[in-house]
């Protein structure tokens, strides 16, 4: 062999090798956020860059040196790609007990976890958004020079942040065969078990992965995405493989726009050669942008309408409002003026009786008048007798002599 010969080898076998080794104490590990195939996610921080990350703690206990050296590769091949759709990796942590991946964190999770969750009220222009994103990343990883199977693409391996044009999407978990392996050989987790509804009907008759099994993959993913359901829900892998083998599909809801259920479609063709590559389906996308256009406008319209129309309906309720307010006083009101109405027709009877009485009275006093008048009458009459009576007493007195004077006579 050449020299130069060697030395390409030797600066090969350098770069296959070549990733950040970042110490266990750098690292603040907080709370646990994901569990994936085959390690579990912390959120924590990188402590000489004061730097927010990711921290999948791998779940390996020992590794000899071949399986060390093959993990050390892929970590070094995650760690050379750089992309807007791929989930950048900061480095890794080889000490024992401690193996680790340190990754960017994605603020949002998941896309599994927003679609479960329902974190996020998306509209179908975010969903063409997602689609075309994670496509992207796919799609690039499968044009490198040396092409990457990423194997593994599921709905929890398409992590998701805030961006200002809405959501920025990256594909994470990709060319991780040899961590996966190992991590189910040292462990009870069985990570293939959990990836059977996206897997293709090729390799659930053991077939290799692909670039179509990728893509048949991303057709499950798209279906999550139009649906907001988990695929085969509480179905077991078994029956899962027989409905998928017998060239069966998961239903598409027809409120699902018909260009995004024809990807769907597509993507997952029984026959692998019949799916179209990534790059297609970004062309299909493009495509269909001005369905996309209209469905934003149709949205912004339905917006405007809506935000008009909570705007009536608060006038109205307030309206509303103020008329039960209004119609509790005319109530109140009511009430007030029955009462009143009752005390008056209380008081009308009880003037009705006084009336009655004072007519009663009215009558004896009248009766009493008429008897005064017949009585003054009399005593008027009775006071001219009594005149009459007395004058003639006066008269007989004085015709009448008096005793003295009778006594006189007769003493002389």
């Known amino acids: 062999m050449r020299k130069s010969d060697v030395s390409r080898e030797q600066e090969t076998a350098e770069e296959e090798h070549a990733f950040l080794h970042i110490p266990y104490y750098d690292l603040i590990q907080e709370k646990r956020i994901g569990q994936g195939g085959f390690a579990d996610v912390y959120h924590g921080r990188w402590l000489p ?16 040196e071949k399986v060390k050296g093959d993990l050390i590769k892929e970590i070094s091949m995650m760690y050379r790609i750089h992309y807007d759709h791929i989930l950048g990796i900061f480095g890794a942590c080889m000490e024992p007990e401690k193996y680790a991946l340190i990754v960017e964190y994605m603020s949002l999770g998941s896309l599994y976890d927003v679609l479960k969750k329902q974190t996020l009220q998306l509209t179908w222009p975010d969903r063409w958004l997602i689609a075309g994103q994670m496509t992207k990343g796919i ?11 990423h194997r593994d693409i ?32 040292q462990s009870s987790h069985n990570p293939s078990v959990g990836t059977v509804p996206w897997k293709a009907p090729e390799l659930l008759k053991m077939g290799k992965h692909t670039e179509a099994s990728d893509v048949y993959a991303i057709g499950v993913v798209f279906w999550e995405l139009g649906t907001g ?16 083998l017998r060239g069966d599909r998961l239903d598409i809801p027809t409120n699902i726009p018909s260009s995004f259920a024809e990807l769907i479609s597509k993507a997952w063709a029984h026959e692998p050669q019949k799916r179209p590559s990534c790059q297609q389906l970004l062309s299909l996308m493009r495509e269909v942008s001005s369905e996309l256009d209209a469905t934003k406008k149709s949205e912004a319209a339905g917006m405007t309408d809506t935000m008009n129309t909570e705007a009536t309906t608060k006038k109205v309720d ?30 009308s009877e009880k003037l ?25 009458e009399k005593v008027e009459a009775t006071s001219g007798d009594v005149r009459t009576v007395t004058k003639t007493v006066d008269s007989v007195a004085t015709k009448t002599p008096s005793s003295q004077q009778r006594s006189s006579r007769y003493v002389l």
Request: proline share 2%; with cysteine.
């Open 49 to 64: 860059q004061d730097h927010e990350v990711a921290i999948k703690m791998i779940r390996i206990h020992y590794l000899d």
């Open 139 to 149: 799609n690039y990883l499968h044009t490198l020079p040396k092409p990457i199977i």
């Open 154 to 185: 599921k709905s929890s391996n398409i992590l998701m942040t805030n961006s200002l044009n809405g959501f920025l999407v990256k594909v994470a978990d990709f060319g991780l065969a040899k961590i996966r392996h190992e991590t189910s050989r």
């Open 229 to 244: 359901y988990e695929p085969y829900e509480e179905a077991d892998v078994s029956t899962i493989s027989a409905f998928v």
């Open 318 to 347: 307030a309206t509303i409002e103020k008329c039960e307010v209004i119609t509790e006083k005319i109530e109140v009101s009511k009430e007030d003026i029955e009462t009143v109405e009752g005390k008056l027709e209380a008081a």
């Open 352 to 376: 009705d009786k006084v009336e009655s009485k004072v007519a009663v009275v009215t009558e004896k006093v009248e009766a009493a008048e008429s008897i005064v008048v017949v009585n003054t």
